[in-house]
């Protein structure tokens, strides 16, 4: 006879909303399809309802789970290890990759693999699809770069043109990549599923952690080049009971109540200063 085990429960939805300013420039990879000669050589993705560029909900994510598997997962997971490439031999940092109720903070809050065997004990998180879930982050200052007096290269976006040098025969190779200016921001917001054997406290602290993370180091591609700086700015940080779904002044009220008592936290304060005009 099968042994019947009590399921966790959602319990509570956090949300987490704030900007992220490019203080450098910013270049996120979109699609190549119809490049015209003379145009740029790798174009960034853009809102193709008004031609905005927005920062994927997948590559802030991407980018904190990356950073967050380094720190905390390098000396004591054991779902985080040196693998061997089948061709050449030579060794490589796989991603995290852990079991049921063996999962590391990291991956029960970002998500084990469909494929990955899983193991239920109750009263222990489960560890499945992903608790947290990263919204795509989208231009709040458009007005900014719609100023005629701009010299953009396109619409919101500059042109940088890129040389790789041949070591072996010294030949160029020039090639053009359209960027973020910097001073653009845009909106985030996160939400973080949390069940009943969850340690909610320290879910939160971990992606607060991750956004942290990220603010120190880069978003998007080519940041040895110094690309993908931002500072991000937690505004809100809302805790609401999934009871408070079922009464629309409950959920109102809920929402207004943020728990960032002590105001806004900044995450990579500049630490030069752009020069005045």
């Known amino acids: 006879m099968a042994t019947q085990l009590k399921a966790p429960r959602l319990t509570h939805k956090v949300l987490m909303r704030g900007a992220i300013e490019a203080v450098t420039a ?3 990879g979109g699609s190549d399809i119809g490049l015209t000669i003379g145009g740029a050589d790798k174009l960034v993705v853009r809102n193709p309802l008004d031609n905005t560029p927005y920062i994927p909900g997948s590559s802030l994510k991407g980018r904190m789970r990356s950073l967050l598997e380094k720190v905390g997962c390098a000396d004591s ?32 809050v970002f998500g084990v693999a469909a494929a990955t065997s899983r193991q239920f004990k109750e009263g222990q998180p ?7 879930l990263v ?15 701009l010299r953009l290269d396109m619409p919101f976006t500059e042109l940088k043109t890129e040389v790789s040098i041949d070591r072996l025969t010294s030949a160029a190779n ?31 602290t971990l992606v ?9 180091d880069a978003l998007g591609g080519q940041s040895s080049r110094g690309y993908g700086k931002v500072l991000i700015k937690l505004t809100e940080l809302v805790e609401i009971p999934v009871e408070s779904y079922a009464n629309p002044e409950q959920l109102a009220q809920a929402r207004k109540e943020n728990q960032l008592k002590g105001g806004p936290i900044e995450y990579g304060s500049r630490l030069v200063e752009p020069m005045a005009a």
């Open 26 to 28: 910013l270049h996120i």
């Open 77 to 108: 997971c054991p779902g985080f290890q040196i693998q061997v490439a089948e061709r050449g031999g030579e060794p490589r940092l796989g991603p995290c990759s852990c079991e049921g109720d063996k999962a590391c903070d990291v991956c029960l």
């Open 126 to 132: 489960y560890a499945g699809a992903a608790r947290l």
């Open 135 to 149: 919204r795509d982050a989208f231009l709040s200052n458009r007005q900014t770069f719609e100023n005629p007096r």
């Open 174 to 204: 020039p090639r053009q990549f359209e960027r973020v200016p910097a001073g653009a921001e845009f909106t985030f917001e996160l939400v973080l599923n949390v069940f009943s054997d969850d340690p909610k406290e320290t879910f939160v």
């Open 208 to 216: 607060k952690q991750g956004l942290a993370l990220v603010a120190e």
